[in-house]
């Protein structure tokens, strides 16, 4: 009996091990018709990478303008090339799509009151593009050539087709929109790149300018000979936004890489008036005041709001 139970143990291990050899074999041979066939075997150690879908938001903005002539509504490329248009309550949804593609080398965004739906659009080859922003696809935007990257735009809110230009080197220009064409002797800014721009709607003609090392310039557009004020902004990064109120004289509204947004007397730059608080590390984008909030727009796809009179805390946030 002994026997014979040692014998069917050796007979059934047998078997297990035949089994186990003829699989081997078969996926073997199912590897080798893969890659006959050239078909990648699969690798357990590589991890799956979904890229981000056109529109998404976890790839962050780059530029933003907000629309004057239809509230609630702000135009704005992302890092990754996509062009569209988004509700201020759907920061996290896109409202109407865009161009993608070649929008990746957009660097500045402006949206004009005088003449609504016209977006201008500053690119890194230095070109400007004027669109109709409700056809931001399937239609041909007007073009004009130009040597150094555009970095900063504004249009005036009091003067029609009136585009202020910001670039990379420094140098400030005017021009017409409905050109478009540079209607003013180019200006030095000086040598740092000029990162924002804003038109006064309380004292036409006034331009204001911020440039990479913290220095905001008043100048006057129609003579851009030399700028009639100047201040060094400082304990602050980046200066990304610029905003001037239309029911409080000279009040600026400046926004900064590291989320914070200060509002300053414009004829007297040296302080603020008032600060936010417990911002995101979130730079801002674009900055607009309606009645007596101010709303800003962040790279992160968030926007939020203050009471303009006081600061501080927001008082509304969308998509935070």
Known sequence: MAVRRRRKAVLGGAIVLVVLVIGAGLGYLAGTVRSAKGEPRPNPSAATVTPPEQGSTSVPLKAAAFDPSRPGLYAAVSVEGTLAEWKLEQPRSEFRAGATGAAGTIRALALDKTTPNTLAVGRGDGSLEIWDSTHLTGSSPRTA??????????????????????????????WD?????????????????????????????????????????????????QPVDQSKINGHDRITA???????????????????????????????????????????????????????????????AWDSTVLAAPVRTYGG
Do not use: Y
């Open 177 to 225: 929109s409905s050109k478009p064409a540079r209607t003013a002797n180019v200006a030095d800014a000086g040598d740092a790149e000029i990162t924002a721009l804003a038109l006064d709607p309380t004292t036409p003609n006034t331009l204001v300018c911020a440039d990479a090392d913290g220095t905001v310039e008043v100048w006057d557009r129609t003579k851009l000979d």
């Open 242 to 304: 610029l905003a001037l109120d239309p029911r409080v004289k000279n009040s600026l509204a400046i926004g900064f890489s590291d989320g914070t947004v200060e509002i300053r007397d414009r004829t007297k730059l040296g302080s603020p008036l008032r600060a936010s608080t417990g911002d995101p590390k979130s730079p801002v984008l674009a900055l607009s005041f309606d009645q007596d909030l101010l709303t800003a727009i962040r790279a992160d796809h968030s926007a939020v």
């Open 145 to 174: 050539a130009g040597q150094e990257a555009i970095t900063a735009l504004a249009f005036d809110p009091t003067s029609k087709n009136t585009l202020a230009v910001g670039r990379e080197s420094g140098a400030l220009e005017v």
